[in-house]
C-alpha cells in the first residue's frame, strides 16, 4: 500500500513538474486590419472571439477585410494574378483598362505582373468608390433591398463588378433595374455575396489615386 501511495505520489509530482514549464500566451489582438504609413495593409490574426470560427474552414479568415479580398478575388479570377479574361480585364481582381487609369495606372502589362501593385490597386479603388458611394451607404446600410440586406462591404464590392453608376442605379430603383455585368452577374448578387465583411477601416478619398 505504501509502495503504490509512494508510487501515484511521484506521478503527481511529475505532471505538476511538467506543467510549470508551460505559460499562457496572452496576444495583444486589436483590430482587424489596418494601413500603416506606407499604405501596406497589415492585418492581425488569430481573432479572440470564438464565435468568428464556428462556421469557418481554413484558412480561417472570417468576415476580416482579408477574407473580404480573398472572397472576391476567387469570384473575379480564382485569385490569380496573369489571368486575363475574355473582355480583356486583367489580375486577380480583373480591373478594366478605363478602370485602371481612373486610379492613376497606365501600363497594364507592368500591372499584370506586379501582385504587389494590384493589391494596391484593389485597395485604392475601394477608397474611390467609397466616397462616391458615401452617401448610398450612409443612407441604406442595413436597409432591405429586393431581399437583400445592404452593408458597406456589399455597395462596395458591387461597385467594383459594375461600376458605382450600376449601384446607384440598382439602389435608387429599390431593386427593380435589375444591374449585370457582360457575363451576367448581377448588382444584386455581390451585394448579398459580400455583405457583412470588415470595410470601416477603408478611407473615402475623393479621386483615389495609387503612388
Known amino acids: 500500500m505504501i509502495k503504490k ?28 486590419f489596418g494601413v ?8 492581425v490574426f488569430p481573432s479572440q472571439n470564438i464565435i468568428d470560427y464556428v462556421t469557418l474552414r481554413v484558412p480561417y479568415t472570417g468576415k476580416y477585410f482579408i477574407g473580404y479580398k480573398e472572397a472576391i478575388a476567387h469570384k473575379e479570377s480564382q485569385g490569380k494574378y496573369r489571368k486575363i479574361n475574355t473582355l480583356g480585364y486583367l489580375g486577380k481582381y480583373q480591373f478594366g483598362v478605363e478602370t485602371l487609369k481612373s486610379i492613376g495606372i497606365h501600363d497594364s502589362i507592368g500591372f499584370l505582373n506586379s501582385p504587389r501593385l494590384q493589391e494596391k490597386a484593389f485597395v485604392v479603388l475601394l477608397s474611390k468608390n467609397k466616397y462616391e458611394l458615401r452617401n448610398y451607404i450612409d443612407y441604406f446600410e442595413g436597409k432591405i433591398v429586393d431581399g437583400v440586406k445592404i452593408t458597406e462591404s456589399g455597395i ?9 453608376g450600376s449601384v446607384k442605379r440598382f439602389l435608387n ?14 448588382v444584386k448578387t455581390y451585394l448579398r455575396d459580400f455583405g457583412g465583411f470588415e470595410t470601416s477601416r477603408i478611407q473615402a478619398i475623393k479621386n483615389a489615386r495609387v503612388n
Open 5 to 32: 501511495g509512494i508510487f501515484y505520489t511521484s506521478i503527481l509530482l511529475i505532471v505538476a513538474f511538467i506543467s510549470s514549464g508551460f505559460k499562457p500566451y496572452n496576444s495583444q489582438i486589436i483590430s482587424g
Open 36 to 43: 500603416d504609413e506606407n499604405e501596406e495593409l497589415l492585418y
Open 156 to 164: 462596395l464590392a458591387a461597385a467594383h463588378l459594375g461600376g458605382t
Open 173 to 186: 430603383s429599390n431593386g427593380e433595374k435589375k444591374c449585370k455585368d457582360d457575363y451576367g452577374t448581377s
